[in-house]
């Protein structure tokens, strides 16, 4: 493929290979030159983002991909076990495939899967999800100072900084990509 037309967003291509989501193109043309299409790239096997021209890039097939609508039952043990919201059939997925997702996950949410050919190969998870704090140290006053936080361990497990009035009990929102607190939940 090598028609702008049928490039896109949100598009799955393989090249050498390996999965990669396009984010974002765009057409540059300076002077008698011929146009350059240069691609954002997402790797879908790493995550990791770049841009190449498609002169670079060369031939690239497009693959089917769907996404699929998940929704997280419960662990058995170091797996996290998902049904189809379409066709109910359950899958169980490992730490080497949810990574750092697994203490976000909570029971009966649905997440969002991209799959190729049928089968998951990665999950969209929310930017920012909500929490309960079940352990911190009492309220407290920082005496006008701000930007004062203290520890406070999640029911995911996890342990982050929040600002001293939050207290146990509270739900808080929770950014997934850097684990930094949001703000309470209301």
Same mark, same amino acid.
Request: hydrophobic content about 35%; overall charge negative; aromatic content about 8%.
């Given at each position: 493929m090598s028609l702008t037309d049928e490039l896109h967003k949100g598009m799955v291509i393989k090249h050498e290979g390996q999965?990669?989501?396009?984010?974002?193109? #765009?057409?540059?043309?300076?002077?008698?030159?011929?146009?350059?299409?240069?691609? #954002?790239?997402?790797?879908?096997?790493?995550?990791?983002?770049?841009e190449r021209t498609l002169d670079q890039l060369g031939k690239l097939d497009e693959v089917q991909a769907e996404y699929r609508h998940m929704q997280y039952l419960y662990a058995a043990g170091k797996e996290r076990v998902?049904?189809?919201?379409?066709?109910?059939?359950?899958?169980?997925?490992?730490?080497?495939?949810?990574?750092?997702a697994m203490p976000f996950l909570q029971e009966e949410d649905t997440y969002r899967f991209l799959a190729i050919e049928g089968r998951p190969i990665s999950m969209d998870l929310p930017v920012v999800v909500v929490l309960e704090v079940v352990d911190t140290s009492?309220?407290?006053?920082?005496?006008?100072?701000?930007?004062?936080?203290?520890?406070? #361990?999640?029911s995911s497990g996890?342990?982050?900084?929040?600002?001293l009035f939050i207290k146990n009990g509270d739900k808080i929102k929770v950014r997934t990509d850097s684990r930094e607190y949001q703000? #309470?939940?209301?």
């Open positions: 999965l990669f989501t396009v984010l974002d193109w #765009k057409l540059a043309q300076t002077g008698k030159q011929r146009p350059t299409i240069h691609v #954002k790239l997402r790797s879908i096997a790493t995550g990791h983002t770049g998902f049904m189809d919201n379409e066709s109910f059939e359950q899958e169980s997925f490992g730490e080497d495939f949810l990574g750092d009492p309220v407290e006053h920082a005496g006008g100072a701000t930007n004062v936080h203290k520890d406070a #361990k999640l996890i342990t982050i900084p929040v600002p703000g #309470k939940d209301h």
